[in-house]
T-cell receptor
Framework: ELKVEQNPLFLSMQEGKNYTIYCNYSTTSDRLYWYRQDPGKSLESLFVLLSNGAVKQEGRLMASLDTKARLSTLHITAAVHDLSATYFCAVDKDFGNEKLTFGTGTRLTIIP | DAGITQSPRHKVTETGTPVTLRCHQTENHRYMYWYRQDPGHGLRLIHYSYGVKDTDKGEVSDGYSVSRSKTEDFLLTLESATSSQTSVYFC????????????FGSGTRLTVV
């Protein structure tokens, strides 16, 4: 059974600081996805990582994938309040399997 | 989200009653999914569909059934609702290979009393 673990589950950080959210998964996979969810809202796609070593950046967020270590990171640079949300990673077990297994999420709160 | 709508957005129902949630897409995507979201569990897959009349179970399918008679519609039915099925239900769609990931609907908040 595929397990996807995120840590930390809760993160409170000050504006302007840097931090990293980790996503570990238990089986081989070449595809990993990051989503953002605001309270009471739907999930918004942030990044799609499709190969080992993939790195994507958008504004203050950067995601990377190490398939050998079964690890993805979401790095936040110089956090701002607008980044407060819950972040989920999700893994596709097998290429073509077409079913995503989600982590439990990391609730990020940025404190002014 | 544009291209995918869920109905109803909110529903309160009594234990033991049947409930049907609807997901409608205008993107002509092959794959459709139903997830439930509960605190501490993230999103868990209930059922999914890879084409008209082609469906399969996810990890938490007990107590749920689905139907897909048209490409654009994917229905989730709780045959006899229980309090443990109180949750937020999300529908998602994807193209083949999910190169762009999933697109999620706005969700249905279901309360079973």
């Amino acid at each position: 059974e595929l397990k996807v673990e995120q840590n930390p589950l809760f993160l409170s950080m000050q504006e302007g600081k840097n931090y990293t959210i980790y996503c570990n998964y238990s089986t081989t996979s070449d595809r990993l996805y990051w989503y953002r969810q605001d309270p009471g809202k739907s999930l918004e796609s942030l990044f799609v990582l499709l190969s080992n070593g993939a790195v994507k950046q958008e504004g203050r967020l950067m995601a990377s994938l190490d398939t050998k270590a079964r690890l993805s990171t979401l790095h936040i640079t110089a956090a701002v309040h607008d980044l407060s949300a819950t972040y989920f990673c999700a893994v596709d077990k097998d290429f073509g399997n077409e079913k995503l297994t989600f982590g439990t999420g990391t609730r990020l709160t940025i404190i002014p | 989200d544009a291209g995918i709508t869920q109905s109803p957005r909110h529903k309160v129902t009594e234990t033991g009653t049947p409930v049907t949630l609807r997901c409608h897409q205008t993107e002509n995507h092959r794959y459709m999914y139903w997830y439930r979201q509960d605190p501490g569990h993230g999103l868990r897959l209930i059922h999914y569909s890879y084409g008209v009349k082609d469906t399969d179970k996810g990890e938490v399918s007990d107590g749920y059934s689905v139907s897909r008679s048209k490409t654009e519609d994917f229905l989730l039915t709780l045959e006899s609702a229980t309090s443990s099925q109180t949750s937020v239900y999300f529908c998602a769609i994807s193209e083949s290979w999910a190169v762009y990931g999933y697109t999620f609907g706005s969700g249905t908040r279901l309360t079973v009393v």
